[in-house]
């Protein structure tokens, strides 16, 4: 009987060392609790495989209560090169989650969209709908079409995407791709999908899905997942998502930039973020596409009517 009490508090502890090892218990779009969110910032991201509107995705919920957690937007420019693998991303930044980011030419690797960091514009686009939060991760969505985002003030923004097309607002099925300026005929073929989307329930969610679907499913999966608001990001063979140490969609190709869930400067760093950083290094192949690609290209003018930018 002693060995067994022994037993259960060794479990119980380890449960509450290695999140991770327990597995984790929030179900999608359920409120977290005020322990969790007074927790460290590795509480606060659970990954879950699930099955929506009929299909299998892949979903990192993070609890934007959570102080220690924020959004950053990197680009491959950042780090010193035009483009990278998206392990390599991943090995040089050591988020807690990551997924791929906004729409690029894949020729010169010329980002097209909107994003921003610490209240600046890092990249200027004028297509799809934009995802801002404030420092305290607030969400806020601002409808952004054919404005460039150089003629918006984004000082309240500690992080903004804009990506497309929109896929839920306020809580219904919302598409119009060609009204916020995407006409690529690619975007509307089946494919592989990455989004992200906030809930009512103060719960940012990064979704892929790895199999061919169309915008209208993808959508309905964003809407079953609790989505209040989604938008789609680069998907295809870009769709990329990591989570708590794995690779869960792989993309077929390098990219530009990415979307990472990280620690919030100044709050402690979890061990967990360190050991599932390294179990990531394990698990990933290392290869000659995580060396220098050359020079970051000149901003270039693109046709984006004629452009094969997206797929």
Not at 256 to 281: H, M
Request: some cysteine; glycine content about 10%.
């Amino acid at each position: 009987m002693k060995r067994s009490k022994m037993l259960l508090v060794a479990l119980g502890a380890l449960a509450l060392i290695s999140p991770a090892l327990a597995g984790p218990s929030l179900m999608v779009g359920s409120p977290a609790t005020p322990q969790v969110r007074r927790a460290s910032a590795i509480n606060a991201v659970q990954y879950r495989k699930v099955k929506a509107a009929g299909v299998t995705c892949h979903v990192v919920e993070v609890d934007l209560f959570n102080p220690h957690v924020q959004l950053r937007a990197i680009r491959a420019s950042d780090l010193g090169t035009r483009y990278r693998t998206f392990g390599s991303f991943v090995r040089q930044t050591k988020p807690i989650a990551a997924i791929t980011g906004t729409f690029f030419d894949t020729a010169t690797g010329t980002i097209i969209c909107n994003l921003v960091r610490d209240g600046r514009l890092v990249e200027m686009g004028s297509v799809g709908h934009t995802l801002a939060l404030d420092e305290v991760n607030q969400p806020s969505w601002v409808s952004t079409a054919g404005h460039y985002g150089g003629g918006r003030n984004w000082k309240n923004s500690e992080f903004a995407v804009s990506s497309g097309p929109t896929l839920v607002r306020d809580g219904q099925i919302s598409l119009n791709p060609r009204a916020e300026g995407f006409r690529d005929p690619g975007l509307f073929r089946q494919a592989s999908r990455a989004g992200i989307a906030t809930t009512n329930r103060g719960k940012l969610l990064l979704v892929t899905v790895n199999q061919g679907v169309s915008l209208r499913r993808f959508a309905e999966v964003m809407q079953a997942l609790g989505a209040s608001d989604a938008l789609n990001l680069d998907g295809g063979s870009s769709t990329a998502l990591y989570a708590r140490g794995n690779y869960v969609s792989q993309p077929g190709r390098r990219l530009t930039n990415v979307l990472l869930v990280t620690v919030r400067p100044g709050a402690p760093i979890p061990k967990e973020v360190e050991l599932e950083a390294l179990q990531a290094d394990e698990n990933a192949t290392l290869d000659a596409d995580d060396q220098f690609y050359g020079p970051v290209p000149e901003p270039e003018k693109i046709d984006l009517s004629t452009q094969d930018i997206w797929l």
